[in-house]
């Protein structure tokens, strides 16, 4: 499906419907990165980056909160980048994520009263992913250094905080993005 095409995020909503006999959890977790200095970054790929990380994860919560029934929950994968500086020039994508965090706090002011729908968003600092294995060993090892755990996330470790967000463990948070960073921003 794709995150940027409103029809597709209504149709991929309806499906699980029809398959699951309902939508309980949405993880909104569609996201890209481009990594330039802002001088030599166009408009258009800046756009592009906050089309499918913030505008995508909009359009997504928007089809499922439609079928959502309340009990349900949406998390926003959000990142550190939205709350603390970049050692990486990357505009584009710390803006985006920026934006899904203050975009989780309004719908969970609209939704969650009203529909009982909990939104919340989940900021991990950085994990073994495509977008990290790309980094070169020099930049490896100065975020590493900058993270009072000296290592990036395991892929279990941002698991088990999704895994809460989502379930009822969790069913008096809303509005609120949980930072799985290992202290790198001391929040």
Not at 34 to 56: C, H, M, T, W
Not at 57 to 85: D, K, T
Not at 159 to 169: H, I, K, T, V
Request: net charge negative; charged share 15%; glycine share 8%.
């Amino acid at each position: 499906m794709d995150v940027c095409d409103p029809a597709s995020c209504e149709a991929a909503a309806a499906q699980a419907v029809s398959e699951f006999g309902r939508l309980d959890i949405l993880i909104n977790n569609a996201g890209i990165s481009a990594v330039a200095p802002a001088l030599q970054q166009s408009v258009s790929e800046f756009r592009r980056v906050i089309d499918v990380n913030l505008v995508g994860a909009y359009q997504m919560a928007c089809a499922c909160a439609q079928v959502m029934e309340p009990g349900a929950s949406i998390v926003n994968v959000a990142s550190v980048m939205g709350l603390s500086r970049s050692l990486l020039p990357q505009a584009a994508y710390s803006a985006s994520k920026a934006g899904l965090i203050g975009l989780t706090r309004d719908l969970a002011n609209q939704w969650t009263g009203r529909r009982g729908i909990r939104v919340n968003a989940l900021a991990p600092g950085f994990i073994e992913t495509e977008m990290t294995a790309e980094l070169t060993p020099e930049w490896r090892d100065r975020l590493v250094g900058a993270c009072p755990i000296p290592r990036f996330a395991e892929q279990r470790e941002i698991d088990a905080a999704m895994l809460f967000l989502a379930s009822p463990a969790s069913s008096y948070i809303t509005a609120t993005t949980l930072v799985v960073d290992g202290g790198m921003t001391g929040h």
